[in-house]
């Protein structure tokens, strides 16, 4: 009888219990085992590694890392060579008012730069310096310059074959020279190029909603909270307030295009950047003495087996997949927002492109490490987060506390200025990446006004739901799309870079002949 008791209890108690643990899920664990699975799939697609000794390295490491070094070497050391030209077009030297575009070299190079400054330059840099130790600085370094080879590359060839619509508005991207560039090759390659031209934007847009929308407004609704009393905070379980204020930020802002992003990517991003290198330097003065010291620690500490796997493999991997921080070269973002550029002259927005890298990477990144480096926040190195990432596992480093304490170290109000800092390069990055997955929605559904207001629609509702769910599979899935956009694009880039180098030689010699003059 007690045995029948029992049995019939535990048929009773099972379903409840389930039902139980079913109610217990929050609404980010239902959404994560929805996603999960989709996401492991697509990262296994475009995270799959290949052996280089003892190491598992991701192949799009290799992939881009291998194109960059290509495009500097093909291109002559364009990053070099050309440095200080591309100063004079973008200080406006050979700006001509009546060339097609709709915004200036300036505000081309701010719109794209929005996309990439911001929360990867504050944490990426701690995870790297943390896993790598201070050597990893010298390799982001080497990553950065390298860069700048790729990101000219591409956004010579957005202006090339870019589209001025019926308006005046410009489409333009690695949709377009994909598609056109390919097709002037003739044959096969015609259609080979539309099919990476559709793979590009169905990347894009995915891209857009995730990497460039969700994981933004995540963090930044991370960090209203903690500044504002954690647990205690009037947000705390309720971000999508502010999502709900973001969005209609952002609403307001893109629905003008092109020109009216730039009207905020030009202040904000020049202001925010002036003002986090501004805090890096008092910083930097306190611990003036030991600046050289810090330099020896990144010079001697590059070599060693776990610094060059931490810089290399930290910054680019790491930096790339957790926080954003990637100059994106060769990802072919960049060309979307530069083809809008007033200019007839293609080769001229592609060396104002290769600032990007050097801005992003090699100055505000440098600062930033330097600054962990300095105050001994980065130590040197944490042997568990390298074990664990070289074993596959994930490393729970804290990656904007590292930043924000080496700062309080010094101002103790700092914090609360790198919480708003996190929160503007946020708003100026979604704005950016709603500009580039609208250009890759339209180019799959057409140009028109409807067409452009669902794609708005949807954005701004993405950026609701990324306030107020923390569901890393969703993020992880939408940095993985961001990562598919460089296999179609670098591909492309070097089927075309011929027609780059080719036009490059003629652009400067008609400089040097005087062809091309001067504004001012």
């Given amino acids: 009888m007690k045995k029948v008791l029992l049995f019939l209890v535990t048929a009773l108690m099972t379903p409840l219990w389930s039902?139980?643990?079913?109610?217990?899920?929050?609404?980010?664990?239902?959404?994560?085992?929805?996603?999960?699975?989709?996401?492991?799939?697509?990262?296994?697609?475009?995270?799959?590694?290949?052996?280089?000794?003892?190491?598992?390295?991701?192949?799009?490491?290799?992939?881009?890392?291998?194109?960059?070094?290509?495009?500097?070497?093909?291109?002559g050391f364009v990053q070099f060579t050309a440095f200080r030209h591309a100063i004079d077009v973008v200080r406006g030297k050979y700006d001509d008012p009546n060339d097609q575009g709709e915004v200036s070299h300036f505000q081309a190079l701010t719109a794209a730069l929005s996309g990439t400054v911001g929360v990867g330059n504050i944490a990426g840099v701690a995870l790297a310096v943390s896993i790598g130790g201070a050597g990893a600085t010298f390799w982001m370094i080497i990553a950065g310059l390298l860069g700048m080879a790729s990101k000219y590359t591409e956004v010579s060839l957005g202006l090339m074959y870019r589209n001025i619509n019926a308006d005046g508005t410009v489409s333009g991207g690695p949709m377009y020279y994909l598609e056109k560039g390919l097709k002037e090759k003739g044959g096969f390659w015609g259609?080979?190029?539309?099919?990476?031209?559709?793979?590009?934007?169905?990347?894009?847009?995915?891209?857009?909603?995730?990497?460039?929308?969700?994981?933004?407004?995540?963090?930044?609704?991370?960090?209203?909270?903690?500044?504002?009393?954690?647990?205690?905070?009037?947000?705390?379980?309720?971000?999508?307030?502010?999502?709900?204020?973001?969005?209609?930020?952002?609403?307001?802002?893109?629905?003008?295009?092109?020109?009216?992003?730039?009207?905020?990517?030009?202040?904000?991003?020049?202001?925010?950047?002036?003002?986090?290198?501004?805090?890096?330097?008092?910083?930097?003065?306190?611990?003036?003495?030991?600046?050289p010291a810090a330099f020896g620690k990144i010079i001697s500490g590059a070599f060693n087996a776990d610094a060059l796997y931490g810089g290399v493999v930290g910054v680019l991997i790491q930096g790339f997949r957790r926080a954003a921080f990637s100059n994106e070269a060769g990802v072919g973002s960049a060309s979307i927002a530069h083809s809008a550029a007033k200019t007839d002259e293609p080769i001229s927005e592609g060396v104002v492109a290769l600032l990007e890298p050097f801005i992003d990477t090699v100055v505000i990144c440098t600062m930033t490490a330097l600054v962990i480096v300095i105050t001994n926040y980065g130590g040197n190195g944490a042997e568990w987060a390298f074990e664990g990432l070289r074993s596959g596992s994930e490393a729970p480093i804290a990656q904007i506390d590292v930043t924000s304490a080496a700062f309080e170290s010094v101002m103790s109000w700092f914090p609360v200025v790198l919480s708003g800092a996190v929160i503007l390069f946020a708003l100026s990055t979604m704005v950016s990446w709603s500009y580039y997955g609208l250009k890759a929605w339209t180019y799959l559904f057409g140009e028109g006004k409807t067409n452009e207001k669902i794609y708005q629609i949807i954005f701004c509702i993405?950026?609701?739901?990324?306030?107020?769910?923390?569901?890393?599979?969703?993020?992880?899935?939408?940095?993985?799309?961001?990562?598919?956009?460089?296999?179609?694009?670098?591909?492309?880039?070097?089927?075309?870079?011929?027609?780059?180098?080719?036009?490059?030689?003629?652009?400067?010699?008609?400089?040097?002949?005087?062809?091309?003059?001067?504004?001012?």
């Fill in 191 to 291: 259609p080979v190029g539309k099919v990476l031209a559709v793979l590009f934007a169905i990347a894009c847009i995915g891209g857009s909603f995730g990497g460039g929308n969700m994981v933004q407004i995540n963090q930044a609704t991370n960090q209203l909270i903690t500044v504002t009393g954690g647990d205690a905070s009037m947000f705390s379980g309720q971000g999508w307030i502010f999502g709900l204020v973001m969005a209609v930020l952002i609403g307001v802002t893109i629905i003008g295009g092109i020109k009216s992003i730039v009207k905020v990517t030009d202040k904000i991003v020049p202001f925010m950047v002036g003002i986090y290198i501004l805090g890096a330097l008092i910083v930097l003065g306190a611990h003036f003495t030991e600046i």
């Fill in 19 to 75: 039902f139980a643990q079913e109610a217990a899920k929050t609404t980010d664990d239902r959404i994560n085992e929805v996603f999960q699975p989709i996401t492991d799939a697509v990262s296994r697609i475009i995270f799959f590694t290949v052996s280089i000794g003892d190491f598992t390295i991701p192949f799009v490491l290799v992939w881009l890392i291998v194109g960059a070094l290509i495009f500097s070497v093909y291109m």
């Fill in 462 to 520: 993405f950026v609701v739901i990324g306030s107020a769910i923390s569901a890393q599979a969703v993020f992880d899935f939408g940095d993985a799309m961001i990562f598919a956009m460089c296999f179609p694009n670098v591909f492309g880039l070097y089927l075309l870079m011929p027609n780059v180098r080719r036009a490059y030689t003629d652009y400067m010699a008609r400089i040097k002949s005087g062809e091309i003059k001067k504004v001012g």
